[in-house]
């Protein structure tokens, strides 16, 4: 099992949005992402936050959109839709958006709509 797993979702969150601000991108677009993939609305993120929910826990009570096998590139050099871990490729997913926020895509394209 990953460590990231057992990670806080908390814990790696603040990287994100460091890193979209970083680039011009703004907190609220991260959460547009978020709530497109998981279903997750701000308000229940912020409680996931803050009760420290793994990202084990967090995707297990997430609704993945639909749309999610659109997502197809690769995060660190391995191509998402070839994770075969079921979680490790849902946090491969939300990476591969916020990476391509970061790099300046269009929220339309990234959301797949």
């Keep these: ?58 995707f297990a009570a997430a609704d993945l959109n639909p749309g999610v096998s659109l997502i197809t590139g690769s995060v660190c050099g391995v191509k998402v839709q070839e994770v075969e871990d079921p979680l490790m490729r849902r946090i491969r997913y939300l990476d591969k958006l916020v990476d391509e926020l970061a790099k300046g895509r269009p929220m339309e394209k990234v959301l797949r709509s």
Aim: proline letters at 2%; zero cysteines.
């Design 1 to 58: 099992m990953s460590r990231i797993f057992t990670a806080s979702v908390a814990s790696v969150y603040p990287h994100y949005v460091t890193k979209l601000e970083r680039k011009g991108r703004t907190k609220d677009e991260l959460h547009q992402v978020i709530e497109w993939l998981t279903g997750v609305d701000e308000a229940e993120l912020s409680r996931h936050l803050e009760a420290g929910t793994t990202f084990e826990d967090f």
